[in-house]
């Protein structure tokens, strides 16, 4: 649906995925004029897995989760497994075609205009104001509008990046793929409450497949940075290992994912990135729905500052107050992933370290809640010493 009924706008907001839906929601809360456009028509290749703290913090009700997850299946090279069970709580599971339409649907509910468009490029005009160009989806001649700034949201190749950035401009990626299959009945070995994660090398040498339920449907994907692995054929053994070889295929999905965010997230002047835009999917796991909405949180907060005050370094603040909260989770997720996901003897290593009570609980209580947990010095003591104590077997003959 397209629903634009004038041409000048205090923000554009380019992408209706979780971060840009949530931009927009904010931005018309907080009274402003904007405008959501969105291509329409892609889906992205997703696990659909969204912490406690996402349901809380942006509204999710219930109808949204597929499934609630109980626990995760840890699969090592060998096949031997760890089951690590959720003792508060659940990790709820949402399908990204309905979902982020839910999330657009929603902005508009809350006084944004909508768009079913793309994004050609913007011109800046006298007096500080951008001639944004878009192309509407249903074939019309090309739109001007005008606004005072822009939010990139619209993904990993984001083309207000590439116009308003620089093509230079752009974080490392690993390439996903999924197939969402039709469910099994809960009996075997599938578990419709249990997410599986497999860490072998042939599904994935430098990251993981993955099999996450959502009730009728399931999503099994792979993700690797690895020029020329072969994702499909991945998938295809991912499923047969699963047991869902003989699933029917409902849909097939395949996009690059930014695992580090960028240095800015602003030009400086009238542009602020958002989610995949700006890099922000976690390393080691690759979420992103949960970061995505907190940038697009922030993005809006950091807007709303910039269009009242007209100073450009009120766009800063969006990465720093992210940066601030969550940086030393990144890094240190970005640290495992490059120690541990290494070679088939290193993953066999991490995964009998997530046998370990302490790092089932303090895994579960940070992904859950999306901090670091802090009041569990000893806890923390604990696991590092025990992590220390891996490091050493594997360096030894």
């Known amino acids: 649906m397209t629903q634009s009924p004038t041409t ?30 969105d291509r329409e028509g892609r889906i992205k290749p997703c696990g659909g897995a969204i912490p406690t703290r996402a349901i809380e913090d942006f509204d ?19 096949n031997a497994h760890v089951d690590m069970k959720i003792d508060k709580g659940f990790v709820g599971m949402v399908d990204r075609d309905v979902f982020d339409a839910w999330l657009r649907a929603r902005a508009r509910e809350t006084g944004a205009s909508y768009l079913a468009g793309a994004f050609l490029g913007a011109t800046r005009e006298a007096g500080g104001r951008l001639d ?7 074939g019309a001649a090309p739109l001007h509008v005008s606004a005072r700034m822009i939010v990139g949201a619209d993904g990993a190749n984001s083309a207000v990046r590439r116009v308003m950035f620089g093509k230079e401009k752009k974080p490392p990626y690993v390439f996903a793929y999924h197939e969402i299959v039709a469910s099994p009945p809960g009996s075997g070995g599938f578990d419709p409450k249990r997410c599986d994660v497999y860490y072998q090398g042939h ?8 099999v996450f339920p959502h009730g009728d449907t399931t999503s099994v994907g792979v993700g690797s ?6 994702l499909k054929e991945a998938t295809r053994l991912l499923r047969e290992a699963a047991g869902l070889g003989g699933q029917a295929t409902i849909r097939e999905e ?12 602003d030009n400086g002047t009238d542009t602020l990135l958002a989610g995949d835009s700006a890099g922000v999917v976690a390393p080691s796991s690759g979420e992103g729905i949960y970061y995505a909405m907190l940038c697009g949180r ?7 500052e910039f269009l009242a005050t007209g100073k450009a370094r009120a766009l800063r603040r969006a990465r720093k107050r992210f940066m601030r909260e969550h940086g030393r989770v990144f890094l240190v997720l970005g640290i495992m992933q490059g120690f541990w996901y290494r070679s088939d003897k290193r993953r066999e ?17 940070s992904y859950l809640n999306k901090r670091l947990v802090r009041t569990d010095v000893m806890g923390h003591v604990r696991v590092f010493f025990k992590d220390l104590r891996q490091i050493f077997r594997l360096a030894l003959p």
């Open 254 to 265: 395949g996009a690059p994912l930014p695992l580090k965010p960028l240095r800015r997230w």
């Open 132 to 138: 944004i160009q878009l192309k509407p989806k249903d």
């Open 8 to 37: 000048d706008y205090d923000v554009v907001v380019i992408g209706g995925g979780p971060a840009g839906a949530t931009a927009a929601t904010d931005l018309a809360l907080a009274g402003h004029r904007v405008l959501l456009v």
């Open 203 to 210: 599904i994935s040498p430098d990251f993981y497949g993955w």
């Open 349 to 365: 290593r991490f995964v009998a370290i997530c046998a370990d009570p302490d790092v089932q609980r303090l895994t579960w209580e």
């Open 298 to 304: 922030l993005a809006a907060q950091s807007a709303t």
């Open 60 to 78: 999710i009700p219930a109808e949204q989760l597929k499934a609630r997850i109980h626990s995760a299946r840890i699969v090592a090279p060998s």
């Open 225 to 230: 940075a690895v020029k020329g692995f072969d």
